[in-house]
């Protein structure tokens, strides 16, 4: 009998072939000759002496028995990872993490826009008018406390979906989410045998596709609703602080065979407020002019850098940001702040000789809409109009991004 034991595989630079070498550390112990009657089965014990070699390293070798006639020969290989396999930490980072493997873990509402960044308007601007980002580069945008959602019913933003990707195939994996002091108020799955993330088709496929996942791919999805202990029935959680644990068991014994992460969460129903509104128009003048100031302000979720404002002038809607130029928040939190631009021209142009319609909106994290709608006398208006942003149709997803998932 001989034995090689091998991994990593060497590679000549000269010509570009791999070949074997034995790993400097490693012995195979065990029989050098073992006699086998024909038609006989036998078990021979080998062991594996790795005592030299340092942990957390793949070890790949054969055992070749040679016929005593010198010429036929059984080959056996082996594998093995040499290590504790629970010391890798099988659930990926979260996608604003640059140490992300598969592009980071991240949440989206029940129509697949990314949660933690902006609400969905903003979003299509981002994304779609602007073009600044694609739906990928759009998710790694994920801001920590400000992931949110509004579980009201209202068709927006009512579910909270994790896109997660895993490194290992997993015995286990539990959702459950805590309230703010720490006590579990409901256990949304507890699915088993989860199949590693893998890599197809241009982009990475989440545990929700994984074929355990294939009789309710949206197992992990949070609906807002929390157990009460009290009257033993199901309730929509009251707005506030929520944390979304992910509790992985792996099939490989460990130290770190159980493994969680965790996600803060906002749900937050509450609309912000619009105050202090002031629009003044110049249009008669040569250079025609318009001003638009006001405050706002949100309990629960609030705003990031990429919240837009949107002005609507007689049902033509524009963006603009809620951090920008004049425009400012007041807290670090971004709960509030005051708005304050100019007009552009095409906004002008929006405007009519008849009653003119002018409603402002701003939006939280958790999709709830606050807005002020003021009327305006008719003006001396320019005569071309451009329809900048149509928020209330709603724009379709960007078909080519690697977001984008045709079956939903
Ligand atoms: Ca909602
Ligand atoms: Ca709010």
Partial sequence: ????????????????????????????????????????????????????????????????????????????????????????DVLDKKAND????????????????????ADEESLKKLVNLDGDYNWQQVAK?????????????????????????????????????????GKVVRVVADEKGLDK??????????VSLSVSMRNDPNTFDWDGMVYNDKTGKFEVASDGQYTYRFVATLYNDGQKKVQT???????????????????????????PSGHLSFDFS??????????????????????????EGASKFNDEAKLSGTANFELSPEELAAFTAAQNQVTVMVA????????FTSEVAGVA???QTVNVWNAVDGLGFDKDSNFYDAKN
Avoid: C
């Fill in 98 to 117: 640059v140490t992300n493997v598969y592009g980071g873990n991240y949440f989206v509402n029940e129509h697949n826009y990314p949660r933690g960044i």
């Fill in 298 to 323: 949100d309990t629960g979720a609030g705003f990031t850098d990429y919240s837009y404002a949107v002005v609507q002038i007689n049902g033509k809607l524009f963006g603009h940001k809620l951090n």
């Fill in 1 to 88: 009998m001989t034995s090689v034991v091998v991994l990593p595989k060497k590679r000549d630079d000269f010509t570009g072939y791999y070949y074997e070498e034995q790993l400097p550390g490693a012995r195979v112990n065990g029989a050098n000759k073992v006699v086998v009657k024909a038609g006989q089965t036998l078990t021979v014990p080998y062991t594996l002496d790795l005592t030299e070699l340092t942990p957390g390293q793949l070890i790949e070798g054969w055992l070749r028995f040679t016929g005593d006639n010198g010429q036929s020969t059984l080959v056996v290989p082996f594998l093995g990872y040499f290590g504790d396999m629970t010391s890798e």
């Fill in 197 to 206: 993330s893998f890599y197809q088709s241009g982009r990475n496929q989440d």
């Fill in 381 to 383: 208006s320019a005569s």
């Fill in 141 to 181: 945008l994920y801001q920590d406390g400000k992931v949110a959602f509004s579980p009201n019913n209202d068709k927006k933003s009512d579910l909270l979906k994790p896109v997660a990707f895993v490194k290992q195939n997993l015995q286990d994996l539990k959702v459950v989410v805590f309230d703010q002091n």
């Fill in 364 to 371: 939280d994290t958790a999709d709830n809409v606050g807005l």
């Fill in 261 to 287: 992460a965790d996600y803060p969460v906002i749900i937050d129903t509450t609309a912000p407020t619009i105050s202090n509104y002031k629009l003044t128009l110049d249009t008669a003048a040569d250079k």
